[in-house]
């Protein structure tokens, strides 16, 4: 059996996706800066997509800027604002994903912005009354705090958030792309100034992203070059990314409930399998805690063993993909920061398991009976 429980690095393409990108991947090849015809259809295909995008987030679309994907837009949104906006600090945590962290670590060690870390409670949710310490103490700064963790699950409410930065001026940036697609976002609500999608985290392409720019946020070009992206990114577009993004994010919309009680079900369901089948198993950050985390990810803990070390490879040898922290990390010897952040005791077999819209409650039922014959065979579990 082969599984994929690794949904928060990158999903599988929608075929539904994949036929709304076929005909820019074939017939219509025009560059949609030419005036011409070939050009003309392909640039009102760009513009449609971006109408979709703009249309579902409640915003217009003169504020959705196509990239090339998450890491682009995180580190326009942030060193964008810095340098045109003038801001001289920065709030953010230990637990944001590195196109965040090393882009604000970057611009500090530059000079250019200073950096506060915001503490996390026990769970490595943001401790709301520090934040406000801090902003108070640092008003007009720039905030950057993902809405959900792509390790933990942890959700941040982002209203609160928006509110605490309007109060003392702030910039708010929220990485939204493990969310996006996966919750609903109202721009009309919503207080942040820049928010980010991903199409991959979707059932979307690779290679295509999105940033929001709220109105009056005004920012200076992030790529030099042509005039494309209404001057802000230079660079002949990825069309058929940016049809299949509105294409992806539209099918999410439209099944959102569907897809989020199915998800729900299977991370209750492996909750449940676990604490069931595996005696001192415990939940990292606040990823057991249904109301406050990610649907999609569930980062277990497992007992201490020998077998830990190899515990991603054995899972791996029995058809299962899953992943130790975020994917950028998982290929190198380098541990999790975020587990780092929360001490976890480090003998623990840390694994997280992110599910999507194609598994299934079977799937769930081979892993846990993976775990488990994996630990009595160790002797763990008699
Ligand atoms: C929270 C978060 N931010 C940013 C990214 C980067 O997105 P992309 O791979 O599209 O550059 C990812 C994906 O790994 C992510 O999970």
């Not at 392909?42 to 979709?52: G, L």
């Not at 709301?128 to 007009?140: F, G, I, K, T, V």
């Not at 039922?365 to 008699?382: I, P």
Request: charged share 20%; hydrophobic share 40%.
């Amino acid at each position: 059996m082969k599984v994929f429980f690794d949904n928060a690095a990158t999903t599988r393409l929608d075929p539904e996706v994949l036929d709304a990108m076929m005909p820019f991947l074939t017939e219509q090849f025009g560059n949609p800066s030419s005036i011409h015809a070939h050009g003309r259809a392909v640039r009102s295909a760009i513009e449609r997509a971006r109408k979709t995008v703009a249309g579902l987030l409640n915003a217009a679309p003169a504020e959705i800027f196509f990239t090339s994907g998450g890491t682009e837009a995180d580190n326009t949104a942030i060193r964008s604002s810095i340098e045109t906006l003038g801001l001289t600090h920065a709030i953010t945590s230990p637990v944001e994903h590195h196109a965040v962290l090393h882009t604000l670590e970057h611009l500090h060690k530059q000079e250019k912005v200073a950096l506060s870390m915001v503490r996390l409670d026990e769970k490595g949710s943001v401790d709301l009354a520090h934040l406000q310490e801090l902003l108070s103490s640092n008003p007009r700064s720039l905030v950057s705090l993902m809405q959900g963790n792509n390790e933990i699950g942890n959700l941040l409410d982002l209203q609160v958030v928006g509110e605490l930065c309007a109060e003392y001026d702030a910039i708010l940036h929220s990485d939204t792309v493990q969310t996006m697609g996966h919750y609903t976002h109202d721009l009309q609500e919503m207080k942040a100034h820049f928010i980010v999608g991903a199409a991959h985290k979707f059932h979307g392409p690779k290679g295509v992203g999105f940033l929001y720019v709220r109105p009056g946020t005004k920012i200076e070009p992030f790529m030099f070059g042509g005039a494309q992206e209404r001057n802000m990114r230079g660079g002949t577009e990825n069309v058929y990314g940016i049809v299949g993004l509105a294409k992806a994010l539209e099918i999410a919309y439209r099944d959102m409930d569907n897809h989020r009680r199915h998800i729900e079900e299977l991370k209750k369901y492996m909750i449940a399998q676990l604490r069931a089948n595996i005696e001192g198993v415990s939940f990292n950050g606040s990823s057991a805690d249904l109301e406050n985390s990610l649907y999609t990810v569930l980062n277990v803990s497992l007992p201490s063993s020998e077998l830990n070390d190899m515990l991603l490879f054995n899972l791996d040898i029995s058809g299962i993909s899953a992943s130790g922290g975020s994917a950028c990390s998982s290929g190198s010897n380098v541990g999790s920061h975020v587990l780092g952040a929360l001490n976890v005791s480090p003998g623990r077999g840390n694994v997280r398991f992110s599910f999507g819209k194609y598994n299934t409650k079977a799937e769930v039922d081979y892993a846990v009976s993976t775990l488990v014959g994996l630990y009595e065979k160790e002797g763990v579990l008699k």
